[in-house]
């Protein structure tokens, strides 16, 4: 049995746009909160299961390789669509916090290289 890396990247996309959307709801928003995050997660964990139990197939390895490499500019592309506008008119706080979290991003990235040439 194949079962190829798109696939297994459908099945986690729909689970955490639901799970999102359900969460949304549950806790009154009108939008999806954390959908892509449960996706990701939901493929780690698919992922790990499919290479412990030997169902991967050199296919399905280059499938989820390849959109791992594209997740990154999608998630940039979503959140380009984020509507900057009102988080501008909504007060200084949105600002602080965007700079202090692309600051500790940037501060992580030589301590994650650090880490990686160790191992």
């Known amino acids: ?15 955490g746009k639901i799970t999102g959307t359900g969460l ?13 995050g449960f996706a ?3 493929l780690v964990l ?3 299961f499919l290479k ?12 989820i390789l390849f959109w791992s490499s594209m ?12 509507n900057v506008k009102a988080a501008l008119l ?3 706080l949105a600002i602080i916090v965007g700079c202090f979290v692309t600051l500790f991003a ?10 990686s040439q160790k191992n």
Do not use: H
Not at 24 to 36: F, N, Q
Not at 52 to 63: I, M
């Open 52 to 63: 412990k139990r030997d169902f991967k197939s050199k296919e399905s390895e280059n499938g």
């Open 71 to 82: 997740y990154i500019p999608i998630v940039v592309a979503m959140s380009a669509s984020q």
């Open 90 to 92: 909504g007060g200084p």
């Open 24 to 36: 949304g709801i549950a806790l009154g928003l009108s939008g999806d909160v954390g959908g892509v």
């Open 106 to 115: 940037f501060i992580l990235v030589p301590i994650i290289s650090k880490i």
């Open 46 to 48: 698919v992922n790990s």
């Open 1 to 15: 049995m194949k079962i190829y890396g798109v696939a297994i990247l459908a099945f986690c996309f729909l689970f």
């Open 40 to 42: 990701m997660l939901l």
